[in-house]
């Protein structure tokens, strides 16, 4: 059950007595804090769990006769040890004062939420009005969790709720497993067990004046009271913690998206400028001379917004081990229709010396129109590249001061012409 659903009067049980539905009978729909979960209901006799869950007392003792947990967190429960009358609770709905559904009509009778059932079934002015319309059937009080069932009158539905209380507490688990905290936990108003323990006690004066609070001479009763205050405050505690680790799962989440978003926009407006760093650069040449099979490619970047996109791919040279090849392929993009080909264009590399800039290694190279390299790729990435079959020598990269903390820092430039 979502506790934070905006109840309208659409949804919820039709009072006691009532063959046809409308939005003034629906007004007994009770707050989130004085329904029972398991009914739906006001809540009758109240009672509250170690757990800090308020329940009937007729509901919770059907269901720990056949489950022997909390309906709300699963928790293991005894009606001996861990279930204690909510009087609080049960004085807040007696004091409530609702208006018959028949006010409209004449009614001036005033009852408690839990006795206005009675009222509407013994009401003067409980009258069906004529209709051509056919009757409205009763739908079950657990249609919102999945029951279909209707009745042609609220005995019907009660026969009904008594009978199958197994299969719709199993409704009731259903939809509560897919319920998702959303609430504000900031927002919550002190729960009624800490306003109740707040006024049995009041702390002392810090200076050591007296407490202008009545002595209050029931001991057993403010133990109750503040214990049940202490459940209140665990239970809140825990639902705090779940939200807070929600929200730390979604700011991941959110951190990792705007990563992935900033290097997307840095790889389309770079204008054909690319600096790949490429790390662990001894590991995967290791690796590369291990399995030849095995290739680096950079992430695609674009010569303009809206304009080619290539790649850059490191590999040992199969002609020469001791060597690196190093190309460029053209990649699919989503505006490639709209692209003159083949490309044509100049292609510069740069492989940065990171202790002297000035023996960076630089070449440069043409387009080649009759290449398929340059023609309009049919897949992801051109199975063809262009570039250079061996580059460089893997140990005089490494030995000359092109790799620095294990790094090795190409710049490649592509330009249209």
Known sequence: MDRSRTKDASEGIAPMGITSLNEAVLSNQPESRYECPVCLNW???????????????????????????????????SMKVDIFPDNYTKREIQEQRMSCPFASKGCAVKVTPLDLDAHIATCEYNQPEASSQ?????????????????????????????????????????????????????????????????SLWEAPDKEGAPSTAKPLNNTSALIRALYERVVVLEQRNREQDIVIANMSKQLSAFAVAKMKQNNEMLLRYCMG???????????????????????????????????????VRLNIS????????????????????????????????????????????????MSNSNLIAFRKPNSEICVRGFGYTEYAVVSDVVRNGFVKDDNLIVRVHIKCV
């Open 134 to 198: 056919p009757e409205i059937r009763v739908p079950c009080a657990f249609h919102a969790v999945g029951c279909k069932e209707t009745f042609d009158s609220q005995e019907d539905m009660n026969t009904h709720l008594h009978n199958d209380i197994q299969s719709h507490m199993s409704l009731l688990m259903n939809a509560y497993s897919e319920v998702k905290i959303n609430s504000d936990i900031s927002n919550a108003s002190i729960d009624a067990k800490e306003q109740e323990a707040m």
């Open 318 to 365: 199969p002609q020469n081990p001791l060597c690196f090849a190093l190309h460029v392929h053209l990649m699919k993009t989503e505006n490639d229709d709209c692209l003159e080909w083949p490309f044509n264009g100049r292609i510069s590399f740069a492989m940065i010396n990171q202790y002297d800039p000035d023996l960076t290694q630089r070449d440069t190279m």
């Open 43 to 77: 809540l009758r006799d109240p009672v509250i769990t170690t757990c800090g869950h308020k329940f009937c007392k007729g509901c919770i003792t059907s269901w720990l006769q056949n489950s022997g947990h909390c309906p709300i967190d699963n928790i293991n429960l």
């Open 273 to 311: 400028n690319y600096i790949w760093k490429i790390d662990n650069f001894k590991a995967r040449c290791d690796a590369m001379l291990k399995d030849h099979y095995k290739m680096l490619y950079s992430p695609g970047f674009y010569t303009s917004p809206n304009g080619y996109r290539f790649c």
